[in-house]
């Protein structure tokens, strides 16, 4: 048990890394050489950070989560059990396209349901909002809810996770922060 983060008996942690303050790292899982991670995360089971990942504060990674190297996630990031991020386009096992490497960057407070795959070069709007199983093939914008194989938007999200309902105005309130939302050129923002 570190003075600054806890780390189960089984974990791997390679050199080079940064952990802040109050993370925890479960069973079984590595954490690659490199790796940043910030304070307050949470690192599930049997889960692989691979090398110079940068996760910010507050991220939750569920049980058998795959986080390959190009991954940067802002804070307060949820990443469901079993979601998996993609770092190369066209994988062949003889060919080596560790240059190929595309970037990933997931914008703060967005979450990414169980078993859904990302795939890279597709970056994640602030508190978008991923279904379970759905595999990413493009940009997602703020807010935007996506489902399916490929995923496809079918909506809007609130900051709290509240499915948003826009007026004729263009205007929507969630239900539990009581927060505004204006929706003006198929984009979202909130309102202050």
Not at 50 to 79: A, H, M, R, W
Request: proline share 4%.
């Amino acid at each position: 048990m570190s003075q600054i983060y806890f780390a189960h008996p089984t974990a791997v942690i390679d050199e080079g890394c940064q952990i802040g303050k109050g993370t925890k790292i479960w069973h079984f899982s590595h954490i690659m050489s490199n790796c940043i991670l910030g304070d307050k995360c949470n690192i599930g089971q049997n889960v692989v950070v691979s090398p110079e990942v940068v996760l910010g504060k507050n991220v939750k990674v569920q049980n058998n989560v795959s986080i390959y190297t190009g991954v940067t996630c802002e804070d307060d990031v949820f990443l469901g059990p079993s979601m998996v991020f993609t770092n190369v386009i066209n994988p062949r096992s003889a060919v080596n396209r560790r240059e190929d490497y595309q970037k990933t960057l997931v914008k703060r407070g967005a979450s990414i349901g169980a078993n859904a795959t990302i795939v890279c070069g597709h970056d994640i709007g602030e508190f978008a909002f991923i279904g379970a199983g759905a595999v990413i093939t493009k940009e997602v914008p703020a807010f935007a809810l996506f489902v399916g194989n490929p995923g496809r938007q079918v909506g809007w999200m609130s900051e709290f996770g509240h499915r948003l309902h826009f007026d004729q105005t263009g205007m929507a309130l969630c239900p539990e922060s009581q927060d505004k939302y204006q929706l003006v050129d198929g984009l979202v923002s909130k309102v202050l």
